[in-house]
């Protein structure tokens, strides 16, 4: 499965290299496999030639099983020209014991943060009982995020939005 996330990876790359999705950025959201099936697209951006890193502009994983020590975050960062954003939960124990022998000796997405600067870490654990809990928590987790703003937001559910300042001209 991990390989053939990586091979879906560079199918996404080219579909958005031929500018198939039309002229403009896109935003990308995966769970599990899928959100490494983004991270190795924004690897495959990297390498092809020209410049890419206009084509994507806002990344949400999902509990991701992807290494941190083991992946190159820094290059998959600069494919991204807004929010990069990686949703992780410590109550992901499915992921946890899935990946443990390839990839959690160098840290996991899915359950911890990723430190690296641009990288937007939300806990979800609150809302995340298990891996499979984010297929329906998603819609939850995509509307705290507040994607449509060009700032860093997550507002957890007890959290009210704050009051915008309006200027009279």
């Not at 999705?21 to 991270?39: D, H, K, M």
């Not at 990297?46 to 992946?71: F, M, Q």
Request: aromatic share 8%.
């Amino acid at each position: 499965m991990v390989h053939q996330s990586e091979k879906a990876g560079k199918v996404l790359a080219d579909v958005l290299l031929k500018g198939l999705q039309g002229n403009r950025p896109v935003t990308l959201v995966g769970f599990s496999l899928g959100a490494r099936v983004i991270f190795k697209c924004l690897e495959f951006l990297a390498e092809s030639k020209g410049d890419n890193a206009g084509l994507v502009e806002r990344v949400v994983l999902l509990g991701a099983p992807i290494s941190i020590g083991d992946e190159n975050w820094e290059v998959a960062r600069k494919m991204v020209a807004g929010r990069f954003i990686n949703a992780y939960s410590t109550n992901d124990w499915t992921l946890g014991i899935t990946f443990r022998a390839s990839l959690l000796s160098q840290g996991l997405s899915g359950i911890q943060p990723v430190d690296l600067p641009g990288i937007e870490n939300v806990d979800v654990t609150h809302l995340i009982e298990g891996h499979s809990s984010y297929l329906w928590m998603a819609p939850k987790i995509l509307e705290q995020l507040e994607l449509d703003n060009y700032f860093a937001v997550y507002r957890g559910e007890h959290e009210k939005p704050q009051e915008e300042k309006s200027t009279v001209n």
